[in-house]
């Protein structure tokens, strides 16, 4: 069964909870000196140090043969293939995510059904399953620029740093299947504005049919997004009504 997220509970985490020891404790930070010398401009210098001297994220690798015939002929056009190359290292590790991050919540289905609105377990194997072929489509096409797809560009190592929060979230076992969904919504609204970049910056470099693939998955994710945010505000509404009369809301 879900776990409502709104039940009322034994919550201690504010500091309302004891007005006498509240108190007590802001006198007592009051008086605590600071555990170190300075303030946060320390903290900036130390960062802007760190900055100037730590090297990038990384590189794109160089194509192969095939691959730097069509560099040459976009940097002709006046562009850079690299930087595509760079996007598409980054949309393949993201897909990638994506399947597990739909496979985390099939087991959250498992564990507490789903409600009135909300996603059945055909509807999330069905994105998963839209998700690794996504993922296929992004490898052929590194391939077909002759590029490597099991290599970590500086974007798709960048985008590794920032989807260490969602994955983690969905596999808490805490987290109910609604909640869950808040993470979903976060990657596809990430995953829905990654693919309009990508295909603006397709056409840019002249790779017209590389776009057109790429705007059919941009169509696929788009109802991801519709449906993610369709089960939230379904379950999200149930959750709301007062009463046993709210049959099917997540309990």
Known sequence: MERKASEMGMNRTGIKTSLVHSKKAIEGAAKAPPSSPGDASAIAKVRQ??????????????????GMAKAAVTLLKGGRATVLMDKLGQRAGFERTGVRLYEAALSKLDVFGTWD????????????????SHFALVKRTIEKLGGDPTALTPAADLQANMSEGVPKMLVDPRVNLLQSLDGLLTAELVDNASWELLIELARELGHQEIAEDF???LDVEQEHLALVRA????????EARVGEEAAGAPA
């Open 117 to 132: 609105g909300g996603p059945s377990r055909e509807q999330l194997e069905k994105i998963r399953q839209d998700e690794l």
């Open 215 to 217: 705007q059919r998955a």
């Open 231 to 238: 089960w939230i505000a379904a379950g999200t509404r149930l």
């Open 49 to 66: 140090e760190f900055s100037s001297e730590a090297g990038g994220l990384g590189s794109v690798p160089p194509p192969n043969l095939k």
